[in-house]
T-cell receptor
């Protein structure tokens, strides 16, 4: 089955700096890679996703890159703000099938004011 | 994005009682819903996958007789924790996906505390 590894487990950045979180996956058949943000005591919220037919996707301060050959994908947050502080999870799956998401272990991002 | 609700948001119960958690997709029909459990500072652990009108598929190690799942309609799935014990205390989160859809939308979670 799929295995997703996520690094780092914790990340502290100064407000205004960029943050990068990286994930690797094992199943080359996976073709859908979402990123979720989870605030304390709340459910995960989808913030961005990417499919295997593109290498990069951007939405304002958030971007995701995908390298299918190396089987890794990354989340980039620019101009970080204190409200970006949360736990971020990457995930991978084979879309359009019954296969469920396989999650990474999560990254606690702290943006210091 | 699509909205998924859960009720209750938190529940405290005595050991040995049963607790029902509801998961609803508010603005779309969800043929597939997922139930996860999350312990503090850990990732989401998939418990089971439920498809409307059929039996749920449980992950290895999850007792189907203890965690009863019903997906009776395209907008509602329920998880019943039967004979709850303190070790069942956790954060339970559901998610929903449309038929053939790629995106999973998560509910806000239910905090269960068993005394």
């Amino acid at each position: 089955g799929e295995n997703v590894e996520q690094h780092p487990s914790t990340l502290s950045v100064q407000e205004g700096d960029s943050a990068v979180i990286k994930c690797t996956y094992s199943d080359s058949a996976s073709n859908y890679f979402p990123w979720y943000k989870q605030e304390l005591g709340k459910g995960p919220q989808l913030i961005i996703d990417i499919r295997s037919n593109v290498g990069e996707k951007k939405d304002q301060r958030i971007a995701v890159t995908l390298n299918k050959t190396a089987k890794h994908f990354s989340l980039h947050i620019t101009e970080t703000q204190p409200e970006d502080s949360a736990v971020y999870f990457c995930a991978a799956s084979l879309s359009g099938s019954a296969r469920q998401l396989t999650f990474g272990s999560g990254t606690q991002l702290t943006v210091l004011p | 994005g699509a909205v998924v609700s859960q009720h209750p948001s938190r529940v405290i119960c005595k050991s040995g009682t049963s607790v029902k958690i509801e998961c609803r997709s508010l603005d779309f029909q969800a043929t597939t819903m997922f139930w996860y459990r999350q312990f503090p500072k850990q990732s989401l652990m998939l418990m089971a996958t439920s498809n409307e009108g059929s039996k749920a598929t449980y992950e290895q190690g999850v007792e189907k007789d203890k965690f009863l799942i019903n997906h009776a309609s395209l907008t509602l799935s329920t998880l019943t924790v039967t004979s709850a014990h303190p070790e069942d205390s956790s954060f339970y989160i559901c998610s929903a996906r449309t038929d053939g859809g790629k995106t999973q939308y998560f509910g806000p979670g239910t905090r269960l505390l068993v005394l």
